[in-house]
């Protein structure tokens, strides 16, 4: 382990979503969303946890804006409740969310820290579910008002706009396999909703710079996969990979950078859909200049192909369903993790996150990138004086900050890294027994409290030099 120094306009941030953190469901003139209905039904999330009061940020924004300031953060990547300030999805906004944000935009800029908005993290409007949710045309149209009205409102205040948080999240997590809200287990409405999630990414940020002008800065954030094949010496596995490639990475950056679908995904789910939901003009609306990739990872995945008769049995660290989020790749089996793994069970290799942006570096050459989400969830223990020491973390975050430097090195265009995440928080269908935070809370008592990792990440932030932990 040694030192490294990063350059010294390199942003330093954290990240959090609205419904992980907010609470407030029922408050300030708030609609239901697809995550309310979700984590109310039966069975859907671990022990019955919601969001409903998660770690009361909607009342407690001033205090962690000044914890922020604390650590010395130059940017807070946040997400914006669609229903908190459009409760249908459509229609008037209301004032009381749409002052919430501004208060807290307002705050973030006083205090020096630079907002940057996600739109979307999955917290989509009930109502717009009702009516066909992402498989339906109409909610992208939905969601480019939505960003319009958000660009109009807030503007003078955000630094970046990234539309989306993990659009495979919610077309494959959301209607194939089921673990996340709606909780739909059908594959072509995933691969609609993929399309319909691309489609919204471009309308919006249209929509944007038609409001903001062309110089407003549009990003969209994507959990891209590194795949490995389970023996790299047999085609058979090393075509598994690249289909997990098609399947989870091409069918959102084909459209968003290449403006095309590609042939090989289309052919793969032939058997699925005939991709009839993608219209003329579709995807010269979704190829908008994108100003920032953002790319969010945790961990890598070891695939081969299954034999006659074989079925696939993992989701590569996605929930547990009958169904599979890997619509189309019925005989690619996820293999078990290799090496350590975190407390979600996803394994630790950094060399994945490097691997990611030099290759994203080659194959899109001049595109800027963004760490947009970067951490890990251990089970932390609190000392008897009521500090965390987590060491664990602490390595995770040591040795993928690295990977970015050293992608930095070898010629990726990487501007900032933002920490997954600020807060313990809501870890969807995990409830709450999953925390990602640099500051723990007290769910009893909404206490939070640094851990070690955050006076660590506090230093960095401050100097720009990447230290080993002590």
């Not at 996150?353 to 080659?362: K, M, N, R, S, V």
Request: negative net charge; hydrophobic residues 40%; glycine residues 10%.
């Amino acid at each position: 382990m040694s030192e490294r120094t990063f350059p010294e306009d390199f942003v330093w941030g954290a990240a959090t979503a609205a419904y992980q953190i907010e609470g407030a469901v029922a408050e300030g003139g708030r609609g239901p969303s697809i995550w309310d209905t979700f984590s109310h039904t039966p069975g859907r999330t671990h022990k019955g946890d919601t969001g409903d009061v998660a770690v009361d940020h909607y009342h407690r924004w001033r205090e962690d804006v000044a914890l922020m300031a604390e650590l010395g953060l130059d940017a807070y990547r946040f997400s914006i409740s669609w229903p908190r300030v459009q409760p249908g999805g459509h229609g008037p906004l209301n004032p009381e969310g749409v002052g919430f944000y501004r208060a807290l935009a307002g705050e973030l800029a006083a205090a020096g820290i630079n907002p940057v908005v996600t739109l979307y993290h999955w917290d989509l409007p009930q109502e717009l579910q009702d009516a066909g949710g992402w498989t339906n045309r109409e909610t992208a149209y939905a969601f480019a008002g939505y960003a319009r009205a958000m660009a109009r409102e807030l503007g003078d205040l955000v630094e970046v706009w990234t539309t989306l948080n993990e659009p495979w999240c919610s077309a494959y997590l959301g209607y194939a396999s089921g673990v996340h809200a709606p909780g739909i287990t059908d594959p072509a409405a995933a691969l609609a909703a993929a399309h319909h999630l691309n489609l919204a990414h471009g309308l919006a940020a249209a929509a944007i710079r038609e409001e903001l002008g062309d110089d407003a800065n549009i990003s969209i954030a994507l959990n891209l996969h590194v795949t490995r094949p389970a023996d790299p010496e047999r085609a058979a596995d090393l075509e598994a990979a690249h289909e997990v490639d098609l399947v989870g990475n091409h069918i959102f950056l084909g459209p968003l950078l290449d403006g095309s679908y590609p042939v090989e995904l289309r052919e793969l789910t032939s058997s699925v859909t005939d991709w009839s939901f993608v219209q003329e003009g579709d995807l010269a609306l979704i190829r908008q200049r994108l100003d920032v990739l953002g790319v969010n990872y945790y961990s890598t995945n070891y695939v081969r192909r299954l034999g006659p008769g074989e079925r696939p049995t993992g989701t590569g660290g996605h929930g547990d369903s009958a169904a599979s989020p890997w619509v189309g790749l019925d005989t690619v089996e996820f293999l078990a993790p290799r090496g350590p793994v975190t407390a979600m069970g996803w394994n630790i290799e950094p060399e994945g996150l490097h691997e990611l942006l030099t290759a994203l570096t080659i194959a899109y050459d001049g595109l800027p990138l963004m760490i947009t989400e970067n951490g890990a969830a251990f089970d932390d223990v609190v000392g008897a004086d009521g500090a965390v020491e987590d060491p664990e973390r602490l390595d995770y975050l040591y040795r993928h900050i690295d990977a970015v430097g050293r992608a930095i090195d070898d010629g990726a265009d990487v501007r900032g890294y933002f920490l997954w995440s600020l807060l313990d928080n809501f870890e969807w269908a995990y409830g709450y027994a999953k925390r990602f935070g640099i500051v723990r809370v007290d769910y009893a008592t909404q206490e939070r409290t640094p851990k070690a990792s955050a006076r660590w990440y506090s230093e960095l932030v401050r100097s720009g030099v990447l230290r080993p932990p002590a």
